[in-house]
C-alpha cells in the first residue's frame, strides 16, 4: 500500500509507528567522522549534482534543501527507464527506480563527501535493506548514484571507512553505482515537507531528520530552503 494516499486506518497505524520511533530518535542520531578522501573546495562557484536515494524522497529532498552550499533538491526517480518513472508504476516495486533526490551544490561551498556526511548522519538507517522506517519495498532502497570515477571513489571509500569504524550496528548496504539517468517526480510530490508539516507522515518521519541536520551541523544548517 502506498504510504503517500493513506487510509484512516493506516495514518492512525503509521502516525503510533512514527511516533514510537520519535522516542529514541535521539539515541538513533550517530556521530559520523568525516570522510578520509574527498575532494578539495572548489576555488570558483559553480554547479557539481549528486543523486542519493534514501527511503520517501520527501525526508530526503528536505534534508538537503537545508545545507548550506545546495543550489537545490528535486525529488524524482533513478535506476530504472524513463517510460516507467511515474509514481503510481514506481510503487509497485517492480521498475527499478529508487525514490531518489538530485543535490545540486556548489563545490566551493561544500565538498561531494561532506554531502555524504550528512546523508549518512541524518537522512536515513543505511543499514535497513529495501526499506526505511515504515516504508519497505525495493523502491525505498538506499543508493549513492555516482556521476564519474571520483565520485566513485569517495563513495566507496566512505563506505568503507564506516564499516571499519563500525559506526553502525550493522553493516551499511547502501549501494554505489552509476547513474543512468534521474527523472524529476511529479509537481505534488516536490517540497513536500515544507509544505505539509503538519501531515503526520511528515511530522513523524521527516521533520526529526531536519531537526538533527540543525543538531548535528550547525555550520551547515540553513534555515530557508535551497532555491527559494
Not at 44 to 71: D, M, N, P, R, Y
Not at 109 to 118: N, R
Not at 165 to 174: D, E, G, N
Request: aromatic share 10%; proline share 5%.
Amino acid at each position: 500500500m502506498s504510504k503517500h494516499r493513506l487510509t484512516a486506518a493506516s495514518i492512525l497505524l503509521t502516525a503510533l509507528a512514527g511516533f514510537m520511533l520519535s522516542l529514541n530518535a535521539s539515541d538513533k542520531v550517530v556521530t559520523l567522522p568525516a570522510p578520509a578522501v574527498d575532494e578539495s573546495l572548489a576555488g570558483k562557484s559553480g554547479q557539481e549534482t549528486l543523486v542519493l536515494a534514501g527511503g520517501c524522497f520527501w525526508g530526503v529532498q528536505a534534508v538537503f534543501q537545508h545545507v548550506k552550499g545546495v543550489i537545490s533538491a528535486t525529488s524524482g526517480y533513478s535506476g530504472g527507464a524513463s517510460n516507467t518513472a511515474e509514481y503510481e508504476i514506481v510503487s509497485t516495486g517492480r521498475t527499478g527506480h529508487a525514490e531518489s533526490v538530485r543535490v545540486v551544490y556548489d563545490p566551493s561551498k561544500i565538498t561531494y563527501g561532506k554531502l555524504l556526511q550528512v546523508f549518512f548522519s541524518v537522512a536515513l538507517d543505511p543499514t535497513e535493506l529495501n526499506r526505511q522506517g515504515p516504508d519497505e519495498g525495493t523502491q525505498y532502497r538506499s543508493v549513492i548514484f555516482y556521476g564519474n570515477a571520483e565520485q566513485k571513489g569517495i563513495a566507496d571509500a566512505y563506505v568503507a571507512q564506516l564499516n571499519q569504524a563500525k559506526v553502525f550496528p550493522r553493516p551499511i548496504v547502501t549501494q554505489v553505482v552509476a547513474l543512468k539517468g534521474f527523472y524529476p517526480a511529479e509537481a505534488y510530490h516536490q517540497n513536500y515537507a515544507t509544505l505539509h508539516p503538519d501531515n503526520l507522515y511528515i511530522r513523524y518521519n521527516d521533520l526529526p531528520k531536519v531537526a538533527h541536520l540543525q543538531q548535528q551541523f550547525p555550520d551547515l544548517y540553513e534555515k530557508n530552503i535551497a532555491g527559494h
